[in-house]
């Protein structure tokens, strides 16, 4: 019986071997019909070749989109105070800041995004023009739209918070914490760049949002010159809004999300351009806050 039983193990080894064999027999009956032609059976090869390369490329493709994210949040992590205002602004509230006649410089600000379609047309502008801004982005939307968060950081934008919602009510501290803590966490998580950098939805700093940042050493960052291109005006008028107020050390708020902003980004070119004949140069918010912030200590220091 003893002996039996060690025969049957091999044997049912033998069993399952041969039906294994039997299996990829015809699997690859399939792929390659015992009748069919030479041409036929070399056709059949080159489709799995074919599939096994695509396979192949498929996973380079996501290797590489591994490492440029790994490589882009490096950078970010390098330069981590692009997305940062000094100290001597945490905060504080900025609509605009003086500087000397000698800097004509102003900034670009841009709400509400990450947007499909807009975002990216307002980032093709901007690197035609090699013009850097600050987006304000909202943190539900950099959850829908991640790709397009890490390639405004990967172009050597600022990034700043713009609340998880973009609700104008009133929130209480716990509320508060959570539009304004959740964003800049997946910011981060997402990026790489932490920001201390925060814009109130509508600009409403009475309903618990703004305080709770301002307690948080945010920088609070208005504007001086509004596009209003939220009411979706027509081109020319876009552009007139935006001069209106304009002036050095200025802050311009323009839209690249929330809605239907094409009227942004057909008027976005003109305003750069116009900008640049009167002789004016962009540069993002952490930078205008650092370029006043040396001004008052080389002030102080004289005196």
Known sequence: MENNKSFLWPQGILIALLALSATLSIGLMLL?????????????????????????????????????????????????FASA????????????VKLSQAQKVIALTFDDG???????????????????????????????????VKRVVA??????????????????KQAAAYEVDHTTDLIYKTTGVKTNLFRPPGGIMHNGVAAYARNS????????SDS????????????????????????????????????????LPEIISNFQKQGYSFVTIPKLL???????KLIANKQ
């Open 114 to 148: 990450p947007w499909p379609e807009t975002t990216s047309q307002v980032l093709d502008i901007l690197k035609q023009n090699n013009v850097k801004g600050t987006f304000f982005v909202v943190g539900q939307n950099v959850k829908n739209y991640p790709d397009l």
């Open 32 to 80: 390659i019909k015992p009748n069919a032609s030479e041409a036929q059976s070399r056709q059949s090869i080159k489709n799995l070749n074919s599939i096994a390369a695509k396979v192949g490329t498929q996973q380079r493709i996501e290797g590489l989109k591994a490492t440029m994210l790994t490589s882009w949040q490096q950078e970010a992590n390098t330069k981590g």
């Open 290 to 296: 650092e370029m006043q912030d040396k001004e008052q």
């Open 217 to 224: 050493k945010y920088a609070i960052i208005m504007w001086s």
């Open 228 to 267: 209003l291109d939220y009411s979706r005006p027509t081109v020319p008028k876009l552009i007139n809004n935006v001069f209106r107020n304009a002036q050095p050390g200025g802050i311009v708020l323009l839209h690249d999300g929330g809605g239907n902003r094409s009227q942004t980004v057909q008027a």
């Open 85 to 96: 205002a000094p100290p001597s602004f945490q905060g504080a509230t900025i609509k605009a």
């Open 155 to 172: 172009e050597g934008h600022a990034i700043g918070n713009h609340t998880w919602h973009h609700w104008y009510h009133y929130m209480n």
